[in-house]
């Protein structure tokens, strides 16, 4: 089976650029995470969506943040315009709710460069 | 709220060594437990987990067992190697919740 599958895998931009990270969920699985690692900062939750729905966004830094998930199998995350300080890697992951075993499945992450 | 505690690393080992890192954790009712790996360039991936108070959880030698009395979870290994070298995060979730809690996360570095 395919796992969580991310694009861009390496993305380096300019400062007021937009940037667009995208991820594929694996099939079957409804709920949907968006993480941030930074070395500062560790691993933050930034948002997830149960069934597509957004669940809890409370971890979105700022407005410049946004993510959308139009169906099962495709979500993506926008950052317009981009900063430095949003330098990081993102990881997306997916589970199956409600089977009760909590296991997450990551994607291999988008590491992001904002020069 | 939820919250998790490990130990801060890096953790520097021989290899053969013996491995422990700690994690607590505050939470309401009766969470299940993980630990997750994240090997160098990748994703996070599932270690073990426990799902009630005295479960043990193993995997690839790793041990951890679920300590209600003391609200712990230790990670444990006997004789780690080097492929063993990895950030290693401890994480809660919640009885009947979606969203894992997670650790700042513990790098280890085991040297030849």
């Known amino acids: 089976d395919a796992g969580v599958i991310q694009s861009p895998r390496h993305e380096v931009t300019e400062m007021g650029q937009e940037v667009t990270l995208r991820c594929k969920p694996i099939?079957?699985?409804?709920?949907l995470f968006w993480y941030r690692q930074t070395m500062m900062r560790g691993l933050e939750l930034l948002i997830y969506?149960?069934?597509?729905?957004?669940?809890?966004d409370s971890g979105m830094p700022e407005d410049r943040f946004s993510a959308k998930m139009p169906n099962a199998s495709f979500s993506t995350l926008k950052i317009q315009p981009s900063e430095p300080r949003d330098s990081a890697v993102y990881f997306c992951?997916?589970?199956?709710?409600?089977?009760?075993?909590?296991?997450?499945?990551f994607g291999e992450g988008s590491r992001l460069t904002v020069l | 709220g939820n919250s998790v505690t490990q130990m801060e690393g890096p953790v520097t080992l021989s290899e053969e060594a013996f491995l422990t890192i700690n994690c607590t954790y505050t939470?309401?009712?009766?969470?299940?437990l993980f630990w997750y790996v994240q090997y160098p360039g990748e994703g996070l991936q599932l270690l073990l987990k426990a799902t009630k108070a005295d479960d043990k959880g193993s995997n690839k030698g790793f041990e951890a067992t679920y300590r209600k009395e003391t609200t712990s979870f230790h990670l444990e290994k006997g004789s780690v190697q080097v492929s063993d070298s990895a950030v290693y995060f401890c994480?809660?979730?919640?009885?009947?919740?979606?969203?894992?809690?997670f650790g700042g996360g513990t790098r280890v570095l085991v040297k030849p």
């Open positions: 994480a809660l979730l919640r009885a009947a919740g979606n969203k894992l809690t």
């Open positions: 992951a997916s589970s199956r709710s409600g089977d009760g075993t909590g296991e997450l499945f």
């Open positions: 099939s079957g699985h409804n709920s």
């Open positions: 939470a309401t009712g009766y969470p299940s």
């Open positions: 969506f149960n069934n597509n729905v957004p669940i809890d």
